[in-house]
């Protein structure tokens, strides 16, 4: 849920933004009319965009579906507990160095 709303709704947002009105998503662009995803402001939706974004998705789907099932497989099936942390602060990066190199038992 957290990278649907994070990650997948504003890239689409922004995507929709710069396919449905490119004339003015030029203005706000660094790089400009280059920086369109069809390269053009003709604001036409082309098989190429449409094959980077199913890719895109595709990934993300994949991602998360290895995601749970490698966490299916540490809780269910080696008895291990969960190794996503749950926090309402963001972490110290020695909090992170600390995780990463001691082993959850």
Do not use: C, H
Request: charged content about 20%; proline content about 6%.
């Amino acid at each position: 849920m957290v990278r649907i709303l994070f990650y997948m709704l504003p890239s689409l947002v922004f995507s929709l933004f710069n396919i449905l009105t490119p004339s003015a998503a030029v203005v706000v662009k660094v790089q400009g009319e280059a920086g369109l995803p069809s390269g053009s402001k003709r604001g036409k939706i082309q098989l190429k965009e449409v094959k980077v974004a199913a890719w895109a998705l595709a990934n993300l789907v994949l991602s998360i579906a290895t995601q749970a099932a490698i966490e299916e497989a540490r809780t269910s099936l080696f008895g291990m507990r969960s190794a996503l942390k749950v926090s309402m602060k963001l972490p110290m990066p020695w909090e992170i160095v600390k995780d990463l190199s001691i082993p959850v038992k």
